[in-house]
């Protein structure tokens, strides 16, 4: 079956960077749209980040513009999040999530990768 699979958390102190990487397989990779969502403890589920299919377009939550960029690597099935500058409120489990360009019922999400900012 389809897997999305995250990669690249970690406890890093603020001001640190990480980068998070999320490898599709069993799909069509240029066929989707890729995000970034994270939920932190208690809070609901938020967009960070999304890139169209063909990395053409980007778009980013105000609260992390300036310090995160997404890409993706069509040939490799895989999209990041590199994250800099990192905050204590960036502390979040990081969800990839997969949108089909054609029908936007049919989505895929993983299982998520930790991210803890701390000192």
């Known amino acids: 079956q389809v897997q999305l699979v995250e990669s690249g958390g970690g406890l890093v102190q603020p001001g640190g960077s990480l980068r998070l990487s999320c490898a599709a397989s069993?799909?069509?990779?240029?066929?989707?749209?890729m995000s970034w969502y994270r939920q932190a403890p208690g809070k609901e589920r938020e967009l960070v980040s999304a890139?169209?299919?063909?990395?053409?377009?980007?778009n980013y939550a105000d609260s992390v513009k300036g310090r995160f960029t997404i890409s993706r690597d069509n040939a490799k099935n895989t999209v990041y999040l590199q994250m800099n500058s990192l905050k204590p409120e960036d502390t979040a489990v990081y969800y990839c999530?997969?949108?089909?360009?054609?029908?936007?019922?049919?989505?895929?999400w993983g299982r998520g990768t930790q991210v803890t900012v701390s000192s």
């Open positions: 999530y997969a949108v089909y360009r054609f029908r936007s019922s049919v989505d895929y």
């Open positions: 890139i169209t299919y063909d990395g053409g377009s980007t």
């Open positions: 069993r799909i069509t990779f240029s066929n989707y749209a």
